[in-house]
């Protein structure tokens, strides 16, 4: 496709529940990047890749947070045993390599309940 | 820490009005700088940016900003807004890294 993807768009959980968010990046782009966007702010860094391997996560919020890019180009975060403080959109978003500027996909709104 | 300050976080303009939106940072040392726009129901779109050279950036749809790096501001500016302007603007900074820093964001609701 021609930008950055991600689903589901939209994604309602139960508290305790685990969940999975994928996103495809624009094809070649070596650096992907994952945000947390709570409501009224902006963006978060969360997590970056630069292809399979994570140079960077010290934005995740806790250990029940883990991504993963396993053949450098899909990725998908997953959020254990989820929290309502978790409710937030998840933006992806990739570039051609980490200096570059980034291209965001339309994020994942997620609700804990 | 890094910090990005969008001083309004609600615009209201009508038509037409000139377009004025404040972007501060607190970092020191060699920035890029970015403005990305949100329209309703979509993803954040670039609409900006400044790596080097001229400090007057020019991007799509008519809008500029322009870096002045004494008072660490990278303001962004349209001379004549449109219904269609309405959106949500963030501002974002990086420095030395891939990390970007972003504002809060400016809710902008041009008035036809």
Known sequence: GAGVSQSPRYKVAKRGQDVALRCDPIS???????????????????????????LDKSG???????????????????????????SAVYLCASSLNSYNEQFFGPGTRLTVL | AQSVSQHNHHVIL?????????????????????????????HLQLLLKY??????VKGIKGFEAEFIKSK??????????QWSDTAEYFCAVVS???KYIFGTGTRLKVLA
């Open chain 2, 51 to 56: 790596f080097s050279g001229d400090p007057l």
């Open chain 2, 72 to 81: 660490f501001s990278f303001n962004l500016r349209k001379p004549s807004v």
């Open chain 1, 60 to 86: 995740l919020p806790s250990d029940r947070f883990f991504a993963e890019r396993p053949e450098g180009s899909v990725s998908t975060l997953k959020i254990q045993r989820t929290q309502q403080e978790d």
């Open chain 2, 96 to 98: 030395g890294t891939y």
């Open chain 2, 14 to 42: 009508s038509e037409a009005a000139s377009l004025e939106l404040g972007c501060n940072y607190s970092y020191g040392g060699t920035v890029n700088l970015f403005w990305y726009v949100q329209y309703p129901g979509q």
């Open chain 1, 28 to 54: 070649g782009h070596v650096s992907l990047f994952w945000y947390q966007q709570a409501l009224g702010q902006g963006p978060e860094f969360l997590t970056y890749f630069q292809n399979e391997a994570q």
